[in-house]
């Protein structure tokens, strides 16, 4: 073997490292090769009518997960998300089926969603207390109260406007439903706020390094408790979308959406310790796991699978940001 | 970034800041005992003393991160009582803190503006609230390149600096939003040799800029080489002030640890012919 060629060999997992550091990169690719496998290998996975079901199977966790990335940046963690969403959805229904005006239920669903990131961000900034235990704590507080208000049953829920982000329009020959369009549009108003406000600049620097964000004189504060409300008003959005979804309000339903939804952001190159990571690799995140669910399930493959490859994917995005993290230092 | 520093830079020589009969007390412990400090535009003041000497209440003091008991702050002649590092910061006083203070995954330029963020003109600045990156950029260069600090690129993450650059950049922060002073908390402690002369060039060149530099260090050499003017603190007080050219390292931390009084060391001057 010849001396350029073992050194070119040697530097290969170098250039792989450098590829998976850049984080978004990584996960695009992945998206890309499951999709140019599925692609390859079944004839009904490109068809514009089974690209419009992966996305609307991805939609709410795709929109929870926005707000997870907002806190995971800030070194935080949301486990409660899916329950804040179901208790909307739950509050909403029940204030709709007694009979109340539609759009105040749906308001009163915002305000009460971002009403619970409040009391969490205030316990987590104010009171100091991990964000893991206290989001833990809501979402055994939240799946009780949901319970309690829907005297343990689902039902369901069948207002024109509570339902309407499920509505779809057609472009060519996909449906495109309004869920999709909320969703794709908070990505890039959310986007703007990380990458073009002050606010997003401090965002990544409170999750980076905590005490320099204090010296410099960010309120650092008031800014992670904002960050929970904004991130909790966009859960509120997320249970608009889901009764858009399936006309249901059930006290069982996304269970394991908070965990898919920290999957998606982990996926996306988000690192876990705060402050660094690109917003748009939490949607590509989110689609991967549509894609898997969806592909295998159209080459006749149990879809356990696709539980199997996500939690791989997950160690090796960590993994990456743990390597690219080390080297940084 | 200029624009914020130029204007009311202090003339060189004029006084900008006086303590007066500070006093600190933690129950029966009393940290400063009537201390004294006079700072003059475009000097360097090194403050050192022994551990427990009060140089760092003496500091917080003037930062704002303590209130003393008794005792007057004076800055340009006016008095100031601060209740927190933010408002001595507004009043144009800006502090370097020994551990890097600076967000490792952000670029320099984010860096430099991080809590001050310039915002377009016009709507897309007040409406939308975007920032200016480009002119961000653009002074931060022209900084930079002013205070002669030499760093790869000013887009580049912080993390991937050395050391010193990353220490520099703290500096180079405070010193550009300083109106009147800046204090430096054991900026070297954490670097090495080479590192250090670095920061040591860059903390020279905003002296000469015109600002007024407090510098508080263990390392005498480092204090020698930079300080126009040091200050000895001990038991709370100021000892005495002294020049690096009047008296040897040996002398200045014998007086430090109160192996020799300043008459003592004045007296030996006189009779020994100094260094």
Redesign the interface.
Known sequence: MSLSLTASLARAPQAALRVLAKPALGALIVLVVFSACFAFTTDTFLAPGNLSIIIQQSVITGTLAIGETIIILTAGIDLANGAVAVLGTIVAGRLVNDGYDPTLSLLLMLALCTAEGYVAGSLIARLRLPAFIVTLGLLGILTAATRLISQGGAFPVTDELLGWTGNAFRVGNAAVTYGMVIMFALYIAVWYILTQTAWGRHVYAIGNNPEAARLVGIPVERRLVSVYVFASFLYGVGAWIALGRIPNADPNSMQTTSLDSITAVVLGGTSLFGGRGPLFGTLIGALIVGVLRNGLTLEGIDPLWQDLVTGILVIAAVAADELSRRRGQ | MSEYATPALPTKGQTVLEAHGIVKRYGHVTALDGAELELHAGEVLAVIGDNGAGKSQLIKVLCGAVIPDEGQVLLNGEPVHFRS??EA?LLGIE?V?Q????????DIS?NLF????L?RRGLLGKV????DKPRMRQEAQRYMDELKFRLPSITA?V??LSGGQRQGVAVA?AAAFARRLVIMDEPTAALGVREGGQVLNLIRAVRDRGLAVILISHNMPNVFELADRIQIMRLGRRLTVVTPQEHTMSEVVAMMTGALTPEEAARARAMGGGR
């Open positions: 590092p933010i910061r502090t803190f551990d890097l203070a600076v967000a490792p995954a952000l984010t991080l809590g001050r963020e915002r939308f609230r975007m920032l993450a993390e991937s922060r």
